[in-house]
């Protein structure tokens, strides 16, 4: 390694950067991240600004896409931003430093999104959804150019864009099913043409089944009032529904029974669980009870039991000492 020291600290520069280059053309993306990354910092002392800018906005990228992480690919754009916008960069296809910064920025946006729109059904996490919509489809591109590097790159920004504008339908959809359910239908029905548009199945069968919930009514076993929403705001319960039941009240339309189970709106259901946990929690505050008592009753009778074995081992001891009290008696009182 010694040789190094008299080669100038922009040679050493360029000899790590044409290393991160052949690691890049291994797909070695951590790596190849680690040396842009010395290279930036040799190219900096040696007060090549540009060429440190360059490495350092490649090494942010090839870690993005070592960890498919959202933070490395938002650190790239925002590196990427702050150089000229027509400066073209090489990953190895070519790539404008503008171009760069808005791909690495949607990406890295869509991907911290995807938590929210799991978890966080929101109407904030539904209007960040349709704004990154519309930079997708004002991308105008077919594919992206980090495809290859980044994973969410393989889809297509339109095709992105109408899942994205889905998904925003989707979750005012879930919202309005819990206070309106007929509003609620408009929304996952527009949810379902974004998701035809992009022939997302899995979404699509997500949307209808939600749908179909929502837009279903029973009438309640126990109060006789007509709900829309299944598992909403209405469940089934188990019942014993017996063929006489079945033959006069299964025809009741809405439905009040469904094979073996009644319908019971939330109302009637939640009231029946808060009766039922009551009366569980006394069977099991007594069923403690009784064990407890089982228990001090057990320990008396193995303290009793305890008492009468210590006197058995003593009587059992006895003769064996009356032995020696005799023998004693025979020597004259000395053992
Ligand atoms: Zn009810």
């Known amino acids: 390694m010694s ?5 100038s600290p922009e040679e050493r520069a360029r000899e790590e950067f044409d290393k991160a280059v052949s690691l890049r053309n291994q797909k070695k993306w951590g790596d190849a991240a680690e040396h842009f990354m010395k290279a930036a910092e040799l190219f900096k002392s040696a007060g090549k600004t540009g060429d440190a800018e360059i490495s350092l906005v490649l090494s942010s990228l090839y870690n993005a896409a070592a960890k498919q992480s959202a933070d490395d690919l938002l650190t790239c754009s ?21 171009d760069l910064a808005k791909e690495a920025e949607i990406l890295g946006r869509e991907m911290k999104l995807r938590e929210s729109w799991t978890n966080n059904k929101s109407e904030e996490t539904a209007k960040e ?7 997708l489809y004002s991308l ?4 992206f150019l980090l495809q290859g590097l980044i994973e969410a790159a393989s889809e297509s920004p339109m095709s992105k864009a109408n899942k994205l504008m889905g998904i925003a339908s ?4 879930e919202i309005l099913v819990l206070s309106d359910p007929e509003k609620a239908s408009d929304h ?25 919930k929502s837009a279903k009514v029973g009438k309640c076993w126990f109060c006789g009032r007509i709900v829309q929403g299944e598992e909403i705001h209405f469940v089934h319960l188990n019942a014993e529904v017996t063929p006489y039941i079945k033959t006069k009240y299964g025809g009741d339309s809405p439905q009040s029974i469904e094979g073996s189970t009644v319908i019971a709106c939330r109302a009637c259901s939640s009231a029946i669980e808060g009766v039922s946990d009551r009366i569980a929690k006394a069977y099991y505050d007594q069923a403690v009870r009784m064990m407890m008592e089982m228990k001090e009753e057990l320990l008396a009778r193995i303290r009793a039991l305890e008492s009468e074995i210590s006197i058995l081992k003593g009587m059992q001891r006895a003769p064996i000492d009356l032995g020696r009290e005799m023998r004693r008696e025979l020597r004259g009182g000395v053992v």
């Open 129 to 135: 959804c349709e704004e990154l919509a519309k930079e």
């Open 140 to 143: 105008g591109k077919d594919e």
């Open 170 to 173: 989707l979750i005012r959809g």
């Open 78 to 98: 925002s590196l990427a931003k702050a150089m000229k916008p027509d400066l073209v960069l090489t990953i190895p296809q070519k790539i404008t430093a503008s």
């Open 188 to 212: 996952l029905s527009q949810a379902m043409g974004y998701f035809r548009l992009g022939a997302n199945e899995q979404m699509i069968k997500e949307a209808e089944e939600i749908a179909r």
């Open 3 to 7: 040789w190094k020291v008299w080669k």
